[in-house]
């Protein structure tokens, strides 16, 4: 009698986190494809294909453990999808091409921590990433980070010459080759040139950062800075100390973390360096710094 009680009161213990679990709340999030001209950089403009109107599209941010569920609605005039790195779920089904004017939703559990790559999963893929589609995710570990100043940084790739007008159209076949005319961050080129991100020194800095590609392995490096420390995957069991640069696959993403000793402008750049000319430069600027006037910073 005593043990029986004993056991049903452990049962009923043991099963009250399940059921709180399964009841958890679904992290929902809408993600619209629409075709839009947006302006990239230096007074160029590239007919796009977004998620919710910019390159990159929102961040997806959720917690380790969380029931994600995404609804992708189609606004454009092809056939567009979503396909989350974050998601270990059949793609056949998830990540199914969804037809103009029709929308699609799939659940999964982010189950692992990380940065991860969204991008449309209609083909051909590679138009679809070239033109814009695509994003972070991030999966916040169980036991978070430590406080930082936080980024997010997405990389991308633009292909096709300006005409006179500054329009630029996706060239297929430059995309096909792996030749870009120009290289970005955030979706525009020498975007964080113009509107530096602010830091301030001696105080951790954290960069939740994506390569979308389509095609380019990004050497991720902060002139002036060592990494600190290096997530893999941005996975915090992933953890790498004091590296001067870091690759980051397209398809991939990491957590870079770094922390600047006097005031001034510290560029982030792909040190493949020819990419600092096709746009692949940002400035981390501290607070209140002012450039010498005429001092290049690179
Ligand atoms: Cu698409």
Redesign the pocket.
């Known amino acids: 009698m005593r043990y029986s009680l004993i056991g049903s009161l452990l049962i009923g213990l043991l099963a009250l986190p399940f059921q709180l679990a399964s009841a958890q709340e679904v992290k929902k999030f809408v993600i619209i494809?629409e075709e839009k001209r947006i302006d990239v950089g230096e007074g160029f403009r590239y007919d796009a294909?977004t998620y919710n109107g910019t390159v990159p599209g929102p961040v997806i941010r959720v917690h380790e453990g969380d029931d994600v569920e995404i609804t992708l609605v189609n606004k454009g005039k092809v056939a567009?999808?979503i396909d989350t790195h974050a998601a270990q779920i059949s793609p056949g089904r998830a990540f199914r091409a969804v037809d103009p004017g029709a929308s699609h939703t799939f659940r999964f559990r982010a189950e692992a921590p990380g940065v991860f790559l969204y991008h449309?999963s209609?083909p051909p893929i590679l138009n679809?990433i070239a033109n814009g589609?695509y994003g972070a995710m991030i999966v916040e570990p169980r036991k978070g980070f430590p406080p930082a100043r936080e980024f997010v940084v997405v990389q991308g790739e633009l292909y096709g010459e300006p005409d006179s007008q500054g329009l630029i159209a996706g060239d297929t076949k430059k995309m096909s080759e792996e030749r870009p005319d120009f290289v970005i961050f955030d979706g525009a080129i020498n975007r964080h040139v113009g509107e530096p991100l602010p830091i301030k020194a001696g105080e951790l800095v954290r960069v939740y950062f994506v390569n979308a590609g389509p095609n380019l392995v990004s050497s991720f490096h902060i002139i002036g800075t060592l990494l600190r420390t290096v997530y893999v995957g941005g996975n915090p069991e992933n953890r790498l100390r004091g590296v001067q640069t870091f690759e980051v696959g397209p398809g991939n993403g990491a957590i870079l973390e770094f922390m600047v000793k006097e005031p001034g402008d510290y560029p982030l750049v792909d040190h493949a360096i020819a990419r600092v000319y096709k746009g692949a430069v940002a400035l981390f600027r501290t607070e209140g710094y002012t450039p010498a006037p005429g001092g290049g910073s690179h």
């Open positions: 494809a294909w567009h999808g449309c209609a679809h589609l």
